[in-house]
């Protein structure tokens, strides 16, 4: 039992570290709406990770392994949704430089409101949720650390919050960072830079998640 547990936490800890549209969403919001946003866009990209999980143990996410229609139905839409928070994130920078002037480096607005971090969450759950090798990772991975003779359904869970509580630690520590430097990601022109470059990343996942076959 322990030496599972030990390589289901070095496995899921790569699995964190590895970079995806996850990582681009969290460190956007962070980078441009504050510490605050980031953490809100963590704890639904989580809600979204938990709820993958949880999928799992109810033998639901089971159905994108089996129904190629099911899985081409979630990769479509999850491409979707990273080509579209690409294309405003893109519109976001061209529209701050059209305000501001390429020169101008203004500091970025205040605090971010409740109506922004609800924003922030909601982002975070569908980025999470419209990602569909989430899905395959939960019914493929998870069920090869179940022990002999757990109860599978129980086991899945316990696996699923274990993976949610890495992932967590992994990107809190991201965002952290993101804060330390936040003084120079506020000017004007590095926040253009940042929306710039997270629009590009966030297309050419879309558009890879578009054309990827199973």
Same mark, same amino acid.
């Given at each position: 039992?322990?030496?599972?547990?030990? =390589? +289901?936490?070095?496995?899921?800890?790569?699995?964190?570290?590895?970079?995806? /549209?996850?990582?681009?969403?969290?460190?956007? %919001?962070? &980078?441009?709406?504050?510490?605050?946003?980031?953490?809100?866009?963590?704890?639904?990209?989580?809600?979204?990770?938990?709820?993958?999980?949880?999928?799992?143990?109810?033998?639901?996410?089971?159905?994108?392994?089996?129904?190629?229609? =099911?899985? %081409?139905?979630? #990769?479509?839409?999850?491409?979707?949704?990273?080509?579209?928070?690409?294309?405003?994130?893109?519109?976001?920078?061209?529209?701050?430089?059209? %305000?501001?002037?390429?020169? $101008?480096?203004? /500091? &970025?607005?205040?605090?971010?409101? =409740?109506?922004?971090?609800?924003?922030? +969450?909601?982002?975070?759950?569908? $980025?999470?949720?419209?990602?569909?090798?989430?899905?395959?990772?939960?019914?493929? +991975?998870? /069920?090869? +650390?179940?022990?002999?003779?757990?109860?599978?359904?129980? =086991?899945?869970?316990?696996? &699923?919050?274990?993976?949610?509580?890495?992932?967590?630690?992994?990107?809190?520590?991201?965002?952290?960072?993101?804060?330390?430097? #936040?003084?120079?990601?506020?000017?004007?022109?590095?926040?253009?830079?940042?929306?710039?470059?997270?629009?590009?990343?966030?297309?050419?996942?879309?558009?890879?998640?578009?054309?990827?076959?199973?």
């Amino acid at each position: 039992m322990t030496q599972t547990l030990v =390589a +289901f936490c070095g496995a899921a800890v790569l699995l964190s570290m590895a970079p995806g /549209p996850s990582t681009v969403v969290i460190v956007r %919001e962070a &980078a441009l709406s504050g510490r605050r946003a980031g953490l809100a866009a963590l704890a639904g990209n989580e809600a979204g990770v938990l709820a993958w999980g949880v999928a799992a143990a109810l033998g639901l996410s089971a159905l994108l392994v089996a129904s190629r229609v =099911a899985y %081409e139905a979630v #990769r479509l839409v999850g491409a979707g949704v990273l080509l579209w928070m690409g294309v405003q994130a893109l519109w976001g920078a061209r529209r701050g430089r059209e %305000e501001g002037g390429e020169g $101008t480096d203004r /500091p &970025a607005a205040g605090p971010v409101k =409740a109506g922004g971090l609800r924003r922030s +969450f909601r982002t975070g759950v569908v $980025t999470a949720a419209a990602n569909p090798k989430a899905g395959v990772f939960a019914v493929s +991975f998870l /069920p090869q +650390f179940v022990p002999e003779g757990a109860p599978v359904p129980w =086991a899945l869970l316990v696996l &699923a919050v274990l993976w949610v509580l890495i992932d967590l630690t992994w990107y809190l520590a991201v965002v952290f960072a993101v804060g330390a430097v #936040r003084g120079l990601l506020r000017r004007g022109g590095v926040r253009r830079a940042v929306e710039r470059v997270s629009g590009a990343v966030l297309i050419g996942l879309g558009v890879r998640l578009a054309f990827d076959g199973r």
